[in-house]
T-cell receptor
Framework: NAGVTQTPKFRVLKTGQSMTLLCAQD?????MYWYRQDPGMGLRLIHY???????AKGEVPDGYNVSRLKKQNFLLGLESAAPSQTSVYFC?????????????FGPGTRLTVL | AQSVTQLGSHVSVSEGALVLLRCNYS??????LFWYVQYPNQGLQLLLK??????LVKGINGFEAEFKKSETSFHLTKPSAHMSDAAEYFC?????????????FGTGTRLQVTL
């Protein structure tokens, strides 16, 4: 079991460029989440999904879009990157029967927007 | 709305000393509470969790936490710090409303362990 994997691990963008972050999980989990981590602010929820084909907004959704076309994948897109989106992005997943109990996290993607 | 406050963004202890990381929460419903640890350049790993039942929860690596409803606290402790405990620790509370839990995290406490 690889658990939760994220691609890429690092990325540098220029302002206005677009990119997609890929999250994959091999645990057959129903729920998936995208967070961003900024110094002194902990982790904040961007978007989440309760199943294939469904997505919902979290605490800080502006400037991001997501898609969950396959149960095992959750994509986070930045259409026009801004320096304020420089952050470390974490994906997480959880099975529905323990959705209130624990989320399993990926290793993170460090994104810098110049 | 729920929230988590972690007192102290940095805590330094000597190896072998008691570790105490403080977490206070605010929740309108009985909470589920978590402590996660993040080692450098890694993702978050669950240390322990409180859902229901026994208020003293034991986790991995010798850590434990006690849920105190009257104090709205969930402080993390370890009797004897080890160098390998140096990491960032996050307290989180789960929103049990809706169809998926959404974790609200504290701002984190970085633990430094010195010789």
């Amino acid at each position: 079991n690889a658990g939760v994997t994220q691609t890429p691990k690092f990325r540098v963008l220029k302002t206005g460029q677009s990119m997609t972050l890929l999250c994959a999980q091999d645990m057959n989990h129903e729920y998936m989440y995208w967070y961003r981590q900024d110094p002194g602010m902990g982790l904040r929820l961007i978007h989440y999904s309760v199943g294939e084909g469904t997505t919902a907004k979290g605490e800080v959704p502006d400037g991001y879009n997501v898609s969950r076309l396959k149960k095992q994948n959750f994509l986070l897109g930045l259409e026009s990157a801004a320096p304020s989106q420089t952050s470390v992005y974490f994906c997480a997943s959880s099975p529905w029967w323990t959705s209130y109990f624990e989320q399993f996290f990926g290793p993170g993607t460090r994104l810098t927007v110049l | 709305a729920q929230s988590v406050t972690q007192l102290g963004s940095h805590v330094s202890v000597s190896e072998g000393a008691l570790v105490l990381l403080r977490c206070n929460y605010s929740s309108s419903v009985p909470p589920y509470l978590f402590w996660y640890v993040q080692y450098p350049n890694q993702g978050l790993q669950l240390l322990l969790k409180y859902t229901t039942g026994a208020t003293l929860v034991k986790g991995i690596n010798g850590f434990e936490a006690e849920f105190k409803k009257s104090e709205t606290s969930f402080h993390l402790t370890k009797p004897s710090a080890h160098m390998s405990d140096a990491a960032e620790y996050f307290c989180a509370v789960s929103d049990k409303t809706g169809t998926a839990s959404k974790l609200t995290f504290g701002t984190g406490t970085r633990l430094q362990v010195t010789l």
